[in-house]
């Protein structure tokens, strides 16, 4: 499948399928010139199916590997060994419970087999549940407004209290509406800073959907431990960053 990359930093990059309009690949390519500089992996609150390879200089596969990353909670430096290169696949988390079986919340920060998860080898699964189907609604109109639907606005059009929808998200996908839509928020400001060497905040802000650059340095802190201009610092010292969209 040929793939447009929109995003690279050094060696991690971000890619999209021709008929995707949101980013469903990633790829980690260590190489082989020199350790790379430590890629910060941000909280996430998508599972990723991975194909992990360790290649030799001559191209020779040394090893394989294939995992499954849980939705990342804590945000930490990562640096692979010479020669790694991590291939993956995004799940949302309210594809989860139907692909893998489980709540995404079993897996928060957990790296696992993917032999651990024998759903994936018989799709199509039953419908989900009433239930999961309320979180999955929900979790796909926060998706798509790009986080800036209010909680109260969801459950008042799914005919529910804002606590109940709250408990019914948290509890199949992990994450809830609040939580979800800032984190949709946090990483669209990201996206936008990296195509700048100097980012203006103030404007980034607005177009991510915060009401001023105040609430975006809080929320960014919050997610990353960093404050806005350090994040960027430290992502543009990682490598140069794409500013356009080069299609592969």
Same mark, same amino acid.
């Given at each position: 499948?040929?793939?447009?990359?929109?995003?690279?930093?050094?060696?991690?990059?971000?890619?999209?399928?021709?008929?995707?309009?949101?980013?469903?690949?990633?790829?980690?390519?260590?190489?082989?010139?020199?350790?790379?500089?430590? @890629?910060?992996?941000?909280?996430?609150?998508?599972?990723?199916?991975?194909?992990?390879?360790?290649?030799?200089?001559?191209?020779?596969?040394?090893?394989?590997?294939?995992?499954?990353?849980?939705?990342?909670?804590?945000?930490?430096?990562?640096?692979?060994?010479?020669?790694?290169?991590?291939?993956?696949?995004?799940?949302?988390?309210?594809?989860?419970?139907?692909?893998?079986?489980?709540?995404?919340?079993?897996?928060?920060?957990?790296?696992?087999?993917?032999?651990?998860?024998?759903?994936?080898?018989?799709?199509?699964?039953?419908?989900?549940?009433?239930?999961?189907?309320?979180?999955?609604?929900?979790?796909?109109?926060?998706?798509?407004?790009?986080?800036?639907?209010?909680?109260?606005?969801?459950?008042?059009?799914?005919?529910?209290?804002?606590?109940?929808?709250?408990?019914?998200?948290?509890?199949?996908?992990?994450?809830?509406?609040?939580?979800?839509?800032?984190?949709?928020?946090?990483?669209?400001?990201?996206?936008?800073?990296?195509?700048?060497?100097?980012?203006?905040?103030?404007?980034?802000?607005?177009?991510?959907?915060?009401?001023?650059?105040? @609430?975006?340095?809080?929320?960014?802190?919050?997610?990353?431990?960093?404050?806005?201009?350090?994040?960027?610092?430290?992502?543009?010292?990682?490598?140069?960053?794409?500013?356009?969209?080069?299609?592969?």
């Amino acid at each position: 499948m040929t793939a447009q990359f929109i995003t690279q930093l050094g060696p991690y990059s971000e890619a999209r399928s021709p008929a995707g309009r949101t980013l469903n690949m990633w790829r980690y390519d260590a190489g082989f010139q020199k350790p790379p500089a430590p @890629h910060r992996v941000l909280p996430e609150s998508r599972l990723s199916l991975v194909t992990e390879s360790l290649y030799a200089p001559s191209g020779e596969v040394l090893s394989q590997a294939h995992w499954v990353f849980g939705p990342i909670r804590t945000p930490r430096l990562y640096a692979p060994p010479p020669g790694s290169v991590l291939e993956g696949a995004f799940i949302l988390p309210e594809h989860a419970l139907c692909q893998l079986g489980v709540r995404p919340d079993e897996l928060t920060d957990a790296i696992l087999p993917q032999s651990d998860f024998p759903r994936l080898e018989r799709l199509p699964v039953h419908p989900p549940r009433q239930q999961d189907r309320l979180a999955i609604w929900a979790a796909r109109l926060v998706r798509a407004t790009k986080g800036r639907v209010r909680a109260n606005v969801l459950a008042e059009r799914a005919g529910v209290s804002e606590r109940h929808l709250h408990r019914c998200m948290s509890g199949r996908l992990g994450v809830g509406p609040k939580a979800l839509a800032g984190q949709i928020r946090a990483l669209s400001a990201i996206e936008h800073a990296d195509r700048s060497d100097r980012p203006d905040w103030a404007d980034i802000a607005i177009a991510s959907g915060y009401s001023d650059q105040a @609430h975006l340095s809080r929320s960014l802190k919050s997610l990353t431990g960093l404050t806005p201009t350090a994040l960027h610092a430290e992502r543009s010292v990682e490598s140069e960053i794409f500013k356009t969209e080069p299609a592969l």
